[in-house]
């Protein structure tokens, strides 16, 4: 009989130094140093050890698709979902989705919805993996653990999925630590700030808040809503993470709880319905 629970509890597994990560890099044409160092950053990263056994019906994976652009900047891929989807519909969102009863773990997953919702191929040596970070909670009820990788070939092209995927476009990473719009002479940057933030109340104690932070697209004129909550927040630790730098702005809320704490509250929750929503 299979495991209840989410394979990958110790990450620590899915951290061990890269040792083709020079050869990696070699094959990148125009790399900025700044953009070395963060591929550097990220492929060393160590997180903290998970003490907390998930159900993997609560589980679930993004992944983190980063590339070279043509001035040697890093981006991410990120996806505008489809209309006709019963959650989040039409939410600008990293590919990924809950786990399958087949994936041994958390890359697994990220990989095989990346494939499925945007045809990114799962070849390690085109796509290599960078790190895993510690697992993130959405919508109060989902564990969304990270997984960070490098699309190195850049002949790659997307294949949407339709009925999950509208469409997809990139972001710089070094965006999500500043309160500057990368979009200068987007009409939306001028009318709205680039970097806005909503404070929620906590279930557990609505006195304390969780800080959700909001990034304009520069596509919003196009129908293509901001990058907010879980993936806002993904996207700034991993460029934290990568820069070795903390945002412009101020990340967490007063007395805003930790993850450890809101996850922990989440899964004493017997709301199991949540829990069958579709990442």
């Given at each position: 009989?299979?495991?209840?629970?989410?394979?990958?509890?110790?990450?620590?597994?899915?951290?061990?130094?890269?040792?083709?990560?020079?050869?990696?890099?070699?094959?990148?044409?125009?790399?900025?140093?700044?953009?070395?160092?963060?591929?550097?950053?990220?492929?060393?990263?160590?997180?903290?050890?998970?003490?907390?056994?998930?159900?993997?019906?609560?589980?679930?994976?993004?992944?983190?698709?980063?590339?070279?652009?043509?001035?040697?900047?890093?981006?991410?891929?990120?996806?505008?979902?489809?209309?006709?989807?019963?959650?989040?519909?039409g939410h600008t969102a990293l590919p990924g989705g809950k786990a399958d009863e087949n994936d041994r773990n958390a890359e697994e997953t990220a990989?095989?919805?990346?494939f499925e919702e945007i045809g990114l191929l799962t070849d390690k040596s085109r796509v290599p993996l960078l790190c895993v970070l510690e697992p993130?909670?959405?919508?109060?009820?989902?564990?969304?653990?990270?997984?960070?990788?490098?699309?190195?070939?850049?002949?790659?092209?997307?294949?949407?999925?339709?009925?999950?995927?509208?469409?997809?476009?990139?972001?710089p990473l070094a965006s999500f630590l500043s309160t500057d719009s990368p979009f200068p002479l987007d009409q939306s940057a001028v009318e709205f700030?680039?970097?806005?933030?909503?404070?929620?109340?906590?279930?557990?104690?609505?006195?304390?808040?969780?800080?959700?932070?909001?990034?304009?697209?520069?596509?919003?004129?196009?129908?293509?809503?901001?990058?907010?909550?879980?993936?806002?927040?993904?996207?700034?630790?991993?460029?934290?993470?990568?820069?070795?730098?903390?945002?412009?702005?101020?990340?967490?809320?007063?007395?805003?709880?930790?993850?450890?704490?809101?996850?922990?509250?989440?899964?004493?929750?017997?709301?199991?319905?949540?829990?069958?929503?579709?990442?």
């Amino acid at each position: 009989m299979s495991s209840p629970y989410y394979f990958p509890i110790d990450l620590l597994g899915f951290h061990r130094p890269r040792p083709h990560l020079r050869e990696y890099v070699s094959q990148i044409p125009v790399l900025k140093q700044e953009s070395r160092r963060c591929i550097r950053a990220l492929a060393n990263y160590t997180p903290r050890r998970q003490n907390i056994k998930y159900p993997r019906e609560r589980c679930a994976a993004v992944l983190v698709a980063l590339f070279v652009g043509r001035k040697g900047d890093l981006y991410v891929l990120l996806s505008k979902r489809a209309s006709t989807l019963r959650t989040y519909a039409g939410h600008t969102a990293l590919p990924g989705g809950k786990a399958d009863e087949n994936d041994r773990n958390a890359e697994e997953t990220a990989r095989r919805e990346a494939f499925e919702e945007i045809g990114l191929l799962t070849d390690k040596s085109r796509v290599p993996l960078l790190c895993v970070l510690e697992p993130f909670l959405a919508g109060g009820c989902l564990i969304v653990t990270p997984v960070v990788v490098l699309v190195l070939d850049n002949t790659l092209r997307p294949v949407l999925n339709a009925p999950e995927v509208a469409q997809l476009f990139s972001h710089p990473l070094a965006s999500f630590l500043s309160t500057d719009s990368p979009f200068p002479l987007d009409q939306s940057a001028v009318e709205f700030p680039y970097h806005s933030y909503e404070d929620i109340p906590f279930r557990k104690d609505p006195s304390r808040k969780i800080r959700a932070h909001r990034f304009l697209t520069g596509r919003e004129a196009g129908g293509v809503k901001p990058i907010f909550g879980v993936t806002a927040n993904i996207m700034i630790r991993v460029a934290s993470i990568g820069y070795s730098l903390e945002p412009e702005f101020l990340l967490k809320a007063p007395n805003q709880p930790g993850m450890r704490e809101r996850i922990k509250y989440a899964l004493k929750g017997n709301d199991r319905a949540q829990a069958r929503t579709k990442l």
